[in-house]
């Protein structure tokens, strides 16, 4: 395949974008707008999480806003031709989501950080704030997101990550991941009482893979992706937004989303090889977090950073500790701590979360 020659952050474009700090961000359209009970079902399956509350309480995955709102997920603008890869959100509910809520969001791009890179040379942190708002417009929850815009020839030449082979699996290995599997310990309708809670105590793990092609489609199921279309639509957004069109070993323009599927566009990225979508890690631990608190436990906040780039036929195993407990306006909250390893024990993801527990003896 013939390596393409990318476009580079220039000073001109970045004065371009910095003009629109502050300014509401035109809305793409969702992928999801109503939490229907299908719509719960295909996020929670999407995701791997097989708690049965999502049905039996007609409640949503909190997480599932990442399908609600295109911003939140990833998608950028400005800085046409330079690659964006997901860095993280920062997530604060006001209240659950509900089966038949119809939930909004509205964005604003609320700073441009340009970080030294060993990865690209230059580097851009795009961070944008999108407020959530149900039928009513009563606030859901806010979300920063942001972006790292990375040139990708740069990144290709540099050559800081070496092409990978995927990880080849002994039966022990394969065997290990099923019991992990089995061992899922969900809490459900049991409440875990914020008096019975210890600092220190261990959460999880909860696993996730090994990442296949096949998995990253069970996600998009649930997700919708930022720029995958089909035949005509996908025509229509290149005429859009011609940065997109992106021709493939074919010759056949395609969108740079599918860095998560071909291996070769990933190295030509600068990445070894083909990579899960942020998004995904985000909602793991967001998993790991309600598998732990409990049916009666209420997150209030999940905040995770990708740090490293999760490569098919990479297992990833979701933990956390608490950190914290303290008694906020009569309410009983618990501060974890949250990381994200690979099988070559390699961080991935790390991050915190703020959950809200039932009062037991002193409630």
Same mark, same amino acid.
């Given at each position: ?80 031709? %330079?690659?964006?890869? @997901? +860095?993280?959100?920062?997530? *604060?509910?006001?209240? =659950?989501?509900?089966?038949? $809520?119809?939930? !909004? #969001? ?70 290990? %991941?099923?019991?992990? @599997? +089995?061992?899922?310990?969900? *809490?459900?309708?049991? =409440?875990?009482?914020?008096? $019975?809670?210890? !600092? #220190? ?32 639509l996908a025509f229509d957004l290149f005429e859009r937004h011609p940065a997109l069109a992106i021709p493939n070993a074919f010759g056949v323009p395609e969108p740079p989303e599918r860095v998560h599927w071909d291996a070769d566009f990933a190295r030509a990225v600068g990445v070894p090889g083909a990579y899960d979508y942020g998004p995904e890690r985000v909602a793991w631990l967001g998993h790991l977090v309600t598998d ?72």
């Open positions: 395949m013939t390596t393409p020659r990318f476009p580079t952050i220039t000073d001109e474009a970045l004065a371009s974008l910095r003009a629109l700090i502050g300014r509401p961000v035109r809305r793409v359209e969702p992928y999801l707008e109503v939490a229907t009970r299908d719509a719960i079902r295909h996020w929670a399956h999407g995701v791997g999480d097989r708690n049965p509350v999502w049905a039996a309480r007609r409640l949503a995955p909190p997480t599932i806003l990442l399908a609600m709102d295109r911003v939140v997920s990833g998608y950028v603008a400005g800085l046409p031709g %330079i690659h964006a890869m @997901y +860095g993280g959100a920062d997530f *604060r509910w006001r209240r =659950p989501i509900r089966e038949g $809520d119809r939930i !909004v #969001g509205e964005s604003t791009l609320l700073d441009l950080e340009e970080k030294p890179s060993a990865f690209a040379r230059r580097a851009v942190r795009q961070t944008y704030r999108t407020a959530f708002a149900d039928a009513a417009g009563a606030p859901v929850g806010d979300v920063d997101s942001w972006c790292f815009r990375t040139e990708r020839d740069t990144a290709r030449e540099r050559g800081k990550y070496a092409p990978a082979e995927p990880h080849r699996y002994t039966v022990e290995e394969i065997e290990r %991941i099923r019991r992990a @599997y +089995g061992d899922e310990a969900i *809490r459900g309708a049991t =409440p875990r009482f914020w008096e $019975d809670v210890r !600092v #220190g105590e261990a959460l999880g793990p909860v696993v996730k893979g090994p990442l296949t092609v096949t998995s990253i489609i069970a996600f998009l199921q649930g997700w919708g992706s930022l720029y995958v279309r089909g035949h005509g732990w608190m409990g049916d009666d436990g209420f997150l209030a906040r999940l905040r995770v950073e990708v740090r490293r780039h999760n490569l098919i036929g990479d297992t990833t195993w979701c933990r956390g500790t608490v950190a914290d407990k303290a008694l906020v306006e009569g309410r009983g909250e618990v501060t974890l701590a949250l990381d994200a390893v690979n099988q070559r024990d390699e961080p991935t993801a790390r991050g915190g979360a703020t959950v809200v527990l039932p009062l037991g003896r002193t409630g």
